[in-house]
């Protein structure tokens, strides 16, 4: 499947930018398979030997590539912080969570971020995955020109009573990659690259992390440096994060193209690293 993830949902309008498919490379193909499918609820939509590709509603989202020599990435590298598998509807992230309450699902985390309610886990190679729904864009809060993002404890009983008589039956068609976090080495690295070089809007400051959208979205993408700071460039081989691909407009892309000193591009496409050497690519969804 080569379909290009649909936009983000949100009340926000026709997007410049949409997150596409994650490329995460692993050891140990099956098992990683296996648990994206029974527990995370995403659907196999093509693959071989050598990959598997895993999606919703015909659209792939995430991409798995084996790799059986490459050394296990450390959580204290640069890389992955987490995927963020976005929901269509609040009533959907609580049929998921009825079900991982069911099956057991080893759920490590879950919060009331005031734009979106999250539930956290990770693959069996240490992966992070969050599950989200967002809330109405005009619910979310907002103070010095920024988006109010706490953790605050999220309400599953709330929640799994928005479910009624529905039933889990996996990830359902309108589901995306929301945005993906990612550890780094510095913040200000960081920002230079994805504020500076990408154009991302900063929409938010934690301490220790940042998170970008375009589009008046709360983020698209995010980086800390709460278990990384210092990390330098990242080593290959290895697990984890392979590339992260986005959907972006022509004008985005050709802006890209004129601030990146080192990048490689071709017919649609340009193909970036951040400072730690994550591979992000931008290719040209032909809106204007």
């Not at 895993?54 to 659209?59: D, F, S, Y």
């Not at 995430?62 to 929901?87: I, Y």
Request: proline residues 6%; contains cysteine.
């Amino acid at each position: 499947m080569t379909t290009p993830s649909a936009p983000v949902r949100s009340e926000t309008g026709s997007a410049p930018l949409s997150m596409g498919r994650v490329a995460l490379t692993v050891n140990d193909l099956d098992r990683v398979g296996d648990f994206y499918q029974r527990v995370v609820g995403l659907h196999r939509l093509g693959g071989d030997g050598e990959s598997a590709l895993l999606g919703a509603g015909g659209t792939v989202l995430l991409e798995l590539r084996s790799d059986k020599a490459a050394r296990r990435r450390s959580p204290r590298e640069a890389g992955l912080f987490h995927t963020a598998f976005l929901l269509p509807e609040r009533a959907d992230l609580g049929q998921w969570t009825k079900n991982a309450m069911a099956t057991r699902a080893p759920v490590i985390g879950a919060s009331d971020h005031g734009v979106s309610e999250a539930l956290y886990l990770s693959d069996p190679e240490g992966n992070g995955i969050e599950i989200y729904a967002d809330r109405p864009v005009s619910a979310w809060k907002r103070a010095g020109g920024q988006i109010e993002m706490p953790s605050d404890p999220l309400d599953v009983g709330d929640l799994v009573a928005s479910v009624g008589d529905g039933v889990w039956t996996g990830f359902p068609e309108g589901s995306v990659i929301g945005h993906v976090h990612l550890q780094v080495g510095a913040i200000a690295e960081a920002e230079a690259f994805y504020a500076g070089i990408l154009g991302f809007d900063i929409t938010c400051r934690y301490p220790g992390g940042s998170f970008y959208a375009a589009d008046g979205y709360h983020h698209h993408i995010a980086t800390n440096i709460w278990n990384s700071r210092g990390a330098p460039a990242r080593s290959y081989p290895s697990t984890g994060l392979a590339e992260v691909a986005m959907e972006v407009n022509p004008a985005r892309l050709e802006a890209a193209r004129n601030r990146a000193a080192a990048a490689e591009a071709g017919q649609g496409t340009l193909a970036l690293r951040d400072p730690w050497g994550t591979a992000i690519t931008l290719r040209m969804s032909g809106k204007d």
